[in-house]
C-alpha cells in the first residue's frame, strides 16, 4: 500500500494516547486504498495492547501500522481466522457469482449479536463494514443505535466511497479519515517498481487516467495502451466506414467493469487530436476539437446519470471519424 500516512499517524497517535475513538469513517474514491488500510488497522489492533503506553517500534523507533505485534495473532490475521476481526460486505447471490445489491440487516444484526460476547483473544474487537455505502436502509438504522451505545473494546472501521449518501447521524458518530487521490510522481514510481519495464509513455497515460487511486492503475495497468492508441488513430484516419472499429470501442470500454479503460480513452484522445492538430491544417482540426467537447460533456451528463460507457465510446469513435481526409 503506498500514500496515506497522515491517516495511519492519526490511528497510531490515537492509539498511542489511549484514546482510540471507536469509529472511523474511511473516506475517498473507490480503489483509492481504505479498505486495505482498514485491514492494515485492524490487523494492528489485535496484535498489539490496549494502547495509552505510548509505544515503539520493532526496531526501537516509532510505532508504525506494520509492526508485526504478537506472532500468534498476527498469524491468525494472515490465515484470516481471527476471532477478533468482524467483517462486514456484500454476499455473494445463491445462484452465479455476482454479489448481492446490499449488505443486508440480518448480516447486521448477526454482527452485533456477536459484539456482545466476550473477546477471546487480545485487546480489541475490530469491525470493518466494507462498504457502509451498501447497507440496507434498516441495516443503517441498526448500525446507528450501536454506534450510539458502543460496546467496550470495538473498534468500527467504516469504508465509504460516498460519505455524502450516508445517513448524517452516522457520520456525525464517526471520525472521518479523508483518503485524497496520490501525487503523480508517488503513482508513476510505484507503477515503475510494480513493472519496471512498463514504457514510460505508458506509465504516464495509465496514472493521469486513474486520477491518482491506486486500484483504478491496477485495473489499466495490463491494459494495451499502444493497441488502443492504434485503434483510435484507424478511426480517425480511415472513418471506420463500417461502424465496425466504433463498436469494437463501444464493446471494450461499456459497462461498470471497464469504466477504469474508458477514462483510459478518454485520457488518451486529447493527446491524439494534439498530434494531429500539428500535423493538420488548423480548418481540419476546429470542427474536431468541437466535437470533443461535445464528448466531454456527454461524459459528464453519464457519469450523473446512468453511466452509459458504450455509448460514450461510441461518441468518442463518432468525434475521430471526423477527421478522416473526405475524397474529393
Not at 438504522?141 to 466511497?161: G, I, Y
Not at 488548423?282 to 446512468?306: C, F, H, M, N, Y
Request: aromatic share 4%.
Amino acid at each position: 500500500m503506498i500514500g496515506h500516512q497522515e491517516a495511519e499517524k492519526a490511528i497510531i497517535d490515537a492509539w498511542s494516547a489511549g484514546c482510540l475513538h471507536h469509529a472511523w469513517l474511511l473516506a475517498g474514491p473507490q480503489g483509492i486504498g481504505k479498505a486495505a488500510f482498514a485491514s492494515r488497522v485492524a490487523r494492528f489492533l489485535v496484535t498489539h495492547d490496549a494502547g495509552g503506553q505510548g509505544g515503539t517500534g520493532e526496531q526501537g523507533g516509532a510505532i508504525a501500522l506494520d509492526d508485526p505485534g504478537d506472532g500468534a495473532a498476527g498469524r491468525l490475521v494472515e490465515a484470516g481466522n481471527h476471532p477478533e476481526i468482524v467483517r462486514l460486505e456484500r454476499q455473494p447471490k445463491e445462484k452465479g457469482k455476482d454479489l448481492a445489491r446490499n449488505i443486508t440487516i440480518d448480516q447486521v444484526r448477526t454482527m452485533i449479536r456477536r459484539l456482545y460476547l466476550s473477546l477471546s483473544l487480545g485487546h480489541w474487537r475490530v469491525v470493518i463494514i466494507d462498504a457502509v455505502d451498501d447497507l440496507e436502509t434498516d441495516g443503517a438504522n441498526a448500525l446507528l443505535k450501536t454506534l450510539e451505545e458502543p460496546p467496550a473494546r470495538t473498534v468500527f472501521l467504516l469504508v465509504s466511497h460516498s460519505p455524502g449518501r450516508l445517513l448524517p447521524t452516522i457520520r456525525s458518530r464517526c471520525r472521518t479519515l479523508r483518503f485524497q487521490p496520490l501525487d503523480p510522481d508517488v503513482m508513476t514510481a510505484w507503477l515503475h517498481e510494480l513493472r519496471p519495464m512498463l514504457d514510460r509513455a505508458e506509465a504516464r497515460a495509465i496514472v493521469a487516467a486513474s486520477g491518482g487511486v491506486p486500484g483504478k492503475a491496477l485495473a489499466l495497468i495490463d491494459s494495451d495502451v499502444a493497441a488502443m492508441e492504434k485503434k483510435l488513430l484507424a478511426i480517425a484516419a480511415g472513418g471506420d466506414p463500417d461502424n465496425r472499429l466504433r463498436e469494437a470501442l463501444a464493446r471494450e470500454v461499456g459497462g461498470a467493469s471497464n469504466r477504469a479503460r474508458l477514462e483510459l480513452v478518454i485520457d488518451i484522445v486529447p493527446g491524439l487530436l494534439a498530434r494531429l492538430a500539428r500535423e493538420r491544417p488548423v480548418s481540419e482540426i476546429a470542427p474536431v476539437l468541437a466535437g470533443w467537447d461535445r464528448v466531454q460533456r456527454t461524459v459528464r451528463d453519464a457519469v450523473r446519470g446512468s453511466y452509459d460507457g458504450a455509448m460514450v465510446g461510441f461518441e468518442i469513435g463518432n468525434c475521430l471519424a471526423e477527421l478522416a481526409p473526405r475524397e474529393g
